[in-house]
């Protein structure tokens, strides 16, 4: 059985990689915003901490 969270961390990998594609679409197609490499990174900064949250949460409820 898989579990949520195994699934919601394959979820975050994915997100991550669509986000970098469109980052490398946009920039080749010569029409990068300002902006679109600060959102990048604002937005793996949050994937990757949400994930580890979630990844060393308790699991046990005491």
């Known amino acids: 059985m898989v579990s949520f969270f195994k699934l919601l961390g394959i ?10 594609w469109e980052l490398i679409d946009i920039t080749l197609h010569s029409a990068a915003a300002p902006y679109t490499g600060l959102f990048t990174a ?18 046990k409820e005491e």
């Open 11 to 20: 979820g975050y990998i994915l997100a991550i990689l669509l986000l970098v």
């Open 42 to 59: 604002m937005a793996f900064i949050g994937f990757v901490a949400f994930y580890l949250f979630v990844r060393f949460a308790p699991t």
